[in-house]
C-alpha cells in the first residue's frame, strides 16, 4: 500500500477529547482510487472536491463522518505539514492501512509526526502560525485563526498576533463563500465572542464585516450604556443566553432548518451582529443633545442584503436577516400602548411576518443590552409585552395567519364590487377582524365588509 496518513483538524480534536466528524487523509500518490475503495467499503457516495485540486471526500454515514483523501503536498509528509497553516494542525498518524477500520479507530500507540511542535502548543492552548508563507498561500488563514480562537478558546501568541494582522486586509480577497463558512462557524462557536473580540482587534472584522466593526466610538442615548460597537457584542451575548434557555415550542422554531447549512436560531447570531449596521450613517444629534438614528432600521435592512451579496449566501438567508434588521424595532415602539387589543396584535404580527418569533426573541437581546437611563423599569416594560407576543407568534407560526371567511370573487359578487384594490383591502379588514374574534361565519364577515364599505364612502 502506498504511504497513508491521518492529518490535521482531525487529530488534534481527537487529543483535545474533542468529536472528530471531518477526517482529512493525505496519501502518495493519486487519491481517487484509495477514496473509491474507502466509499465501497462504507457504502457511501465519493465525489472530487473542486475547491481543493486532487482531493476526494467520501461520506460515512454509518460513523456520521466525512473522509477527505489528498494527495501529498510535497516529496514527504514533513514537507506537507510545514504547508499548513497552525501548528496545532501539522500533525499527522501514519495509517497501517486506508480502511474505515483504521480511521474509525486508528492506533493510538503508533506515534504522532509533529515536526513543529504542535502538540505543545496544543497543550499550552496556543495558536501559532507556520510562519507568513501559510498566509500568503491562501488569505482566508487568518480569519481562520479568529475561529480557532472561538473553537478551541485557546489564544495567538504574540508573532501570530503580529503576523495576522499584517494579514488581516489580504482576507477580503477571498472568494465570498468561503468567507462566510468561516464567519458561520465562527458565529457557532462556543466562544464566539472571544472570536469576534479577537478579529475585531487584529482587524479581521474590518476586513469582512466593516459595517460590524466600524460603530466604534459612535455614540448612542443616554439610554445606552454603549457605543454601538459594544452594544452590539453584548446583543449577540444576551441572545446567546436567551437561546440557552429558550425550551418547548420556542426551542423547536430556532431548531428548525432555514437555509446555507444554519438552523433559524444559528441564523438569529447574524441577525443580532448585523441588526445595527445602519446606525453610522443615520447618526444625528438634536438641538437638545439627544442623538438620533432616524431610519437605521430601513437603511440596516438595504446594507444587509449588500453583506449577503457580498458573502454569497442563499436569497433566503439574506431575507430572514433583513427582515429581522427591519422589524426589530417595531416591539420597542408598542411598549408604551400597553395592554394591547387584539387587533394591535395582529397588526404587530402582521407587520412582522415572517420573522415575528425570531424578532420577538430579538427585540428582548437588543433591549436587554440597553441598560443606560431607566433601564430596569425599561426592561421590565418590554419583556412583559414581549412574553405576550411571543406565545401570539408562536400560535401565529403554528396556524398560520387568520382566513378571512369569505373569498375575494365571493366578495365582490356579494358587494358588487369590481375585482381590484378595494377587494384586497376589504379582505385584509376581514382578516383583521376575524383575528380580533369580531367576526366568525362568512355572513358575519360579509356583513362587517358592507358596513366597513358604507363606512369608508360617507
Same mark, same amino acid.
Given at each position: 500500500?502506498?504511504?497513508?496518513?491521518?492529518?490535521?483538524?482531525?487529530?488534534?480534536?481527537?487529543?483535545?477529547?474533542?468529536?472528530?466528524?471531518?477526517?482529512?487523509?493525505?496519501?502518495?500518490?493519486?487519491?481517487?482510487?484509495?477514496?473509491?475503495?474507502?466509499?465501497?467499503?462504507?457504502?457511501?457516495?465519493?465525489?472530487?472536491?473542486?475547491?481543493?485540486?486532487?482531493?476526494?471526500?467520501?461520506?460515512?454515514?454509518?460513523?456520521?463522518?466525512?473522509? /477527505?483523501?489528498?494527495?501529498?503536498?510535497?516529496?514527504?509528509?514533513?514537507?506537507?505539514?510545514?504547508?499548513? /497553516?497552525?501548528?496545532?494542525?501539522?500533525?499527522?498518524?501514519?495509517?497501517?492501512?486506508?480502511?474505515?477500520?483504521?480511521?474509525?479507530?486508528?492506533?493510538?500507540?503508533?506515534?504522532?509526526? /509533529?515536526?513543529?511542535?504542535?502538540?505543545?502548543?496544543?497543550?499550552?492552548?496556543?495558536?501559532?502560525?507556520?510562519?507568513?508563507?501559510?498566509?500568503?498561500?491562501?488569505?482566508?488563514?487568518?480569519?481562520?485563526?479568529?475561529?480557532?480562537?472561538?473553537? !478551541?478558546?485557546?489564544?495567538?501568541?504574540?508573532?501570530?498576533?503580529?503576523?495576522?494582522?499584517?494579514?488581516?486586509?489580504?482576507?477580503?480577497?477571498?472568494?465570498?463563500?468561503?468567507?462566510?463558512?468561516?464567519?458561520?462557524?465562527?458565529?457557532?462557536?462556543?466562544?464566539?465572542?472571544?472570536?469576534?473580540?479577537?478579529?475585531?482587534?487584529?482587524?479581521?472584522?474590518?476586513?469582512?464585516?466593516?459595517?460590524?466593526?466600524?460603530?466604534?466610538?459612535?455614540?448612542?442615548?443616554?439610554?445606552?450604556?454603549?457605543?454601538?460597537?459594544?452594544?452590539?457584542?453584548?446583543?449577540?451575548?444576551?441572545?446567546?443566553? !436567551?437561546?440557552?434557555?429558550?425550551?418547548?415550542?420556542?426551542?423547536?422554531?430556532?431548531?428548525?432548518?432555514?437555509?446555507?447549512?444554519?438552523?433559524?436560531?444559528?441564523?438569529?447570531?447574524?441577525?443580532?451582529?448585523?441588526?445595527?449596521?445602519?446606525?453610522?450613517?443615520?447618526?444625528?444629534?438634536?438641538?437638545?443633545?439627544?442623538?438620533?438614528?432616524?431610519?437605521?432600521?430601513?437603511?440596516?435592512?438595504?446594507?444587509?442584503?449588500?453583506?449577503?451579496?457580498?458573502?454569497?449566501?442563499?436569497?433566503?438567508?439574506?431575507?430572514?436577516?433583513?427582515?429581522?434588521?427591519?422589524?426589530?424595532?417595531?416591539?420597542?415602539?408598542?411598549?408604551?400602548?400597553?395592554?394591547?387589543?387584539?387587533?394591535?396584535?395582529?397588526?404587530?404580527?402582521?407587520?412582522?411576518?415572517?420573522?415575528?418569533?425570531?424578532?420577538?426573541?430579538?427585540?428582548?437581546?437588543?433591549?436587554?443590552?440597553?441598560?443606560?437611563?431607566?433601564?430596569?423599569?425599561?426592561? +421590565?416594560?418590554?419583556?412583559?409585552?414581549?412574553?405576550?407576543?411571543?406565545? +401570539?407568534?408562536?400560535?401565529?407560526?403554528?396556524?398560520?395567519?387568520?382566513?378571512?371567511?369569505?373569498?375575494?370573487?365571493?366578495?365582490?359578487?356579494?358587494?358588487?364590487?369590481?375585482?381590484?384594490?378595494?377587494?384586497?383591502?376589504?379582505?385584509?379588514?376581514?382578516?383583521?377582524?376575524?383575528?380580533?374574534?369580531?367576526?366568525?361565519?362568512?355572513?358575519?364577515?360579509?356583513?362587517?365588509?358592507?358596513? !366597513?364599505? /358604507?363606512?369608508?364612502?360617507?
Amino acid at each position: 500500500m502506498t504511504g497513508a496518513w491521518i492529518v490535521g483538524g482531525a487529530l488534534r480534536d481527537e487529543l483535545l477529547g474533542r468529536p472528530v466528524t471531518d477526517v482529512d487523509v493525505a496519501v502518495e500518490g493519486d487519491p481517487q482510487a484509495p477514496a473509491r475503495a474507502l466509499a465501497a467499503e462504507v457504502g457511501g457516495p465519493v465525489f472530487p472536491l473542486s475547491e481543493a485540486f486532487g482531493a476526494w471526500r467520501v461520506i460515512d454515514r454509518a460513523a456520521g463522518r466525512i473522509y /477527505d483523501v489528498a494527495t501529498l503536498q510535497g516529496p514527504t509528509i514533513e514537507d506537507d505539514l510545514a504547508l499548513r /497553516d497552525f501548528t496545532v494542525n501539522a500533525l499527522a498518524r501514519p495509517l497501517r492501512e486506508l480502511s474505515a477500520a483504521a480511521l474509525v479507530a486508528p492506533n493510538p500507540d503508533t506515534p504522532l509526526i /509533529d515536526p513543529l511542535g504542535g502538540r505543545a502548543d496544543l497543550d499550552a492552548g496556543s495558536l501559532r502560525v507556520i510562519g507568513p508563507a501559510a498566509y500568503e498561500s491562501d488569505p482566508l488563514r487568518a480569519l481562520r485563526l479568529t475561529r480557532f480562537v472561538a473553537e !478551541l478558546a485557546f489564544s495567538p501568541d504574540p508573532e501570530t498576533e503580529r503576523l495576522t494582522r499584517a494579514a488581516a486586509p489580504r482576507v477580503a480577497e477571498a472568494a465570498g463563500e468561503r468567507v462566510f463558512a468561516e464567519l458561520r462557524r465562527l458565529v457557532l462557536a462556543p466562544n464566539v465572542i472571544g472570536g469576534l473580540e479577537t478579529a475585531d482587534r487584529l482587524g479581521l472584522l474590518h476586513a469582512v464585516l466593516p459595517e460590524v466593526a466600524e460603530p466604534h466610538d459612535v455614540e448612542q442615548s443616554q439610554y445606552h450604556h454603549r457605543d454601538v460597537y459594544g452594544h452590539t457584542i453584548e446583543v449577540l451575548e444576551r441572545l446567546l443566553e !436567551l437561546e440557552a434557555r429558550a425550551e418547548g415550542r420556542l426551542r423547536a422554531v430556532l431548531d428548525e432548518p432555514l437555509a446555507d447549512e444554519l438552523t433559524r436560531g444559528e441564523a438569529l447570531r447574524f441577525g443580532a451582529l448585523l441588526h445595527d449596521i445602519g446606525k453610522p450613517a443615520t447618526h444625528a444629534v438634536r438641538e437638545s443633545g439627544r442623538v438620533t438614528f432616524m431610519g437605521h432600521d430601513r437603511l440596516g435592512e438595504q446594507m444587509v442584503h449588500d453583506v449577503c451579496r457580498r458573502l454569497r449566501t442563499s436569497e433566503r438567508f439574506s431575507r430572514f436577516v433583513g427582515a429581522l434588521t427591519r422589524h426589530h424595532l417595531v416591539l420597542g415602539f408598542l411598549v408604551h400602548e400597553r395592554p394591547l387589543d387584539r387587533r394591535a396584535v395582529y397588526r404587530y404580527l402582521r407587520r412582522t411576518e415572517p420573522v415575528e418569533v425570531e424578532v420577538t426573541l430579538l427585540s428582548c437581546a437588543d433591549r436587554l443590552a440597553t441598560r443606560g437611563r431607566k433601564a430596569d423599569e425599561a426592561i +421590565a416594560a418590554h419583556t412583559e409585552l414581549a412574553a405576550e407576543l411571543m406565545e +401570539a407568534a408562536l400560535d401565529w407560526r403554528e396556524q398560520g395567519r387568520p382566513r378571512a371567511l369569505v373569498r375575494g370573487d365571493e366578495l365582490a359578487r356579494e358587494l358588487g364590487i369590481e375585482p381590484g384594490p378595494e377587494i384586497g383591502s376589504l379582505l385584509a379588514s376581514l382578516e383583521e377582524a376575524a383575528y380580533a374574534g369580531e367576526v366568525a361565519t362568512r355572513d358575519e364577515a360579509l356583513g362587517f365588509a358592507r358596513r !366597513l364599505r /358604507d363606512n369608508r364612502s360617507r
